[in-house]
């Protein structure tokens, strides 16, 4: 122990001043961006109340579970994994901010992972330090860092999985294939689509003309076998409907429609995108102007000596293209970008290194980079605004303030609440809330007085009039077509008349008293031409 506080010591020694100072005021402000989102910006809507309802029944239900998350594509699941790593932090404490507390510590220690592979590939502690702070700064880090969702275990496991791939390249050993066979399990088990990129296994093994051994092969095997064991199983109890909707899926695509040129555009279009939200901050004309200078001199310094590190980059970097050749909800989606995120901070850290080779420079531009990524970062969290996801705004502040205008205002006396969702007509979010932090505050739940929750997550009491005082929550709208809401409110207007509306962020809030016989309003124009005029 003493020698490897010694060994630390000397290194951090070893380090220019200036770079130590950068280091430790990049870190702090990281941390700082982290502490924000955490306790002010935590984003929970549908997908994180399923997912804390599904972690909370592992825990108090003994109900154990084979199926994760639900893709896009329709019989096709992601990898339970995740909802029994998130047992974890709601078993130690039972609130999505500690989850979010949780996870952002272990993204903070796969970035340590990162830095350790950058090391490991260059032996220059200034790329690693810089590569280091253009990961935790980056705004796609720092909203990860309040959004709670599966993808998350992929961006925990990549860059721990990217470390052991290179150990093998380096040393082929039977420990090294299999650890890299657990972190691709867990890699796909945050999101199934990953599982695309174990095509730059051969490709790695053919370019760097590494010679595997049959045990080297079935520790890989095993290690990723057992980590994937949960897609058999659940694939065997439900008689394949992963496999039949994969094959239904790939054979009902139209591919014809992929021309080389609208390949290339989407291909270019994603990468604009991605480093834009990762290491460069500016706007996609600059992004893409940097992008042709980043391509080519990368492409140049593969023939130089740092060839084969920059190799296993620029391969896993250029993946990215893969995805384009499939019309999933992955190809266009943000979190697509967790699997290359440490490829592309590792590249663009060595290309500054090497490119700016006067000191002054260097920092400037730098410093520079890092200024508009904290930037980008404020810049969303002020707006609430989650890049992952359609729906904004739909933050923990927010709706814990609903839930106790709604228990204050009602005097802790019974109350009814009617919700307008996204996905609509689903109370999964308000169910949570309300069993799990206004059950906690106020001893007792509300009435759920909208459409039946039959077969959805949750326990609210269901009774249309129960009380006279009820509650019409509106969540922020985006992805719901207008009409609806305005449906939803025509018909709370049948039975109830408003007293008071107040807006929490994003959120309206009506409270209104349920009125006995009262007359049929006049429908809304918007209403008046609409099947849904008449609508149950």
Excluded at 328 to 339: E, R, V
Aim: glycine letters at 6%; proline letters at 5%; charged letters at 10%.
């Amino acid at each position: 122990m003493k020698r490897t506080v010694t060994a630390i010591t000397n290194s951090w020694r070893s380090i220019p001043m200036l770079l130590q100072l950068l280091l430790i005021a990049g870190f702090a402000c990281a941390i700082f961006i982290t502490a924000q989102g955490i306790i002010y910006h935590v984003f929970f809507s549908y997908d994180q109340a399923r997912d804390a309802f599904e972690a909370n029944s592992i825990l108090h239900d003994d109900h154990l579970k084979i199926l994760g998350p639900s893709t896009d594509i329709p019989g096709v699941f992601h990898g339970v994994l995740w909802y029994y790593a998130l047992a974890v932090p709601y078993m130690l404490y039972n609130q999505p901010e500690f989850a979010a507390l949780f996870f952002s510590i272990l993204l903070y220690v796969s970035a340590g992972v990162l830095a350790l592979l950058t090391q490991r590939l260059f032996s220059q502690t200034k790329i690693t330090i810089v590569a280091f702070l253009l990961y935790i700064l980056s705004p796609l880090f720092q909203m990860s860092t309040h959004w709670l969702s599966n993808p998350i275990l992929s961006l925990l496991a990549v860059p721990v999985l990217l470390f052991f791939l290179w150990d093998f390249l380096e040393k082929p050993r039977a420990l090294s294939a299999l650890l890299s066979g657990v972190l691709f399990g867990i890699f796909i088990q945050g999101e199934f689509a990953f599982a695309l990129l174990l095509i730059c296994l051969p490709l790695f093994l053919f370019i760097f003309k590494t010679h595997i051994t049959i045990k080297q092969c079935a520790a890989f095997l095993i290690g990723l076998l057992l980590l994937l064991s949960s897609f058999f199983i659940a694939e065997i109890k439900f008689h394949f409907q992963g496999i039949k909707g994969a094959v239904s899926f790939l054979y009902n695509t139209d591919h014809g429609h992929v021309t080389l040129q609208l390949l290339l555009e989407n291909f270019l279009k994603r990468s604009t995108d991605f480093f834009t939200t990762t290491t460069f901050a500016f706007s996609s004309t600059i992004v893409l102007f940097l992008l042709g200078i980043f391509t080519c001199a990368l492409i140049r310094k593969m023939k130089g000596e740092d060839k084969k590190p920059l190799l296993f980059v620029g391969i896993w970097l250029g993946s990215l293209l893969l995805f384009q050749f499939f019309s999933s909800g992955i190809s266009t989606s943000y979190f697509l970008f967790y699997a290359f995120f440490p490829s592309g901070v590792i590249a663009t850290a060595y290309l500054l290194i090497t490119f700016l080779k006067n000191k002054f420079i260097f920092f400037l531009g730098i410093i520079f980079l890092f200024f508009c990524q904290i930037q980008l970062s404020q810049t969303y969290l002020t707006n609430n605004f989650v890049i992952f996801t359609v729906q904004q705004g739909a933050t923990l502040p927010e709706e814990k303030a609903i839930v106790n205008y709604t228990y204050q205002k009602a005097y802790n006396k019974p109350f009814s609440i009617i919700t307008m969702t996204n996905p609509l007509y689903i109370n999964t979010t308000w169910a949570y809330l309300y069993q799990h932090y206004g059950m906690t505050q106020y001893g007792y739940l509300p009435y759920f007085a909208g459409r039946g929750q039959t077969g959805q997550l949750g326990n609210l009491p269901e009774k249309t009039f129960a009380t006279d005082i009820r509650f019409l929550i509106f969540e922020p709208n985006e992805g719901i077509p207008y009409i609806y809401p305005i449906k939803i409110a025509y018909d709370e207007d049948k039975v109830s008349d408003i007293i008071e509306e107040k807006h929490f962020g994003d959120y309206i809030v009506q409270m209104r008293r349920f009125h006995k016989n009262k007359p049929i309003p006049t429908p809304p124009a918007m209403l008046l031409n609409s099947p849904l005029l008449h609508e149950d």
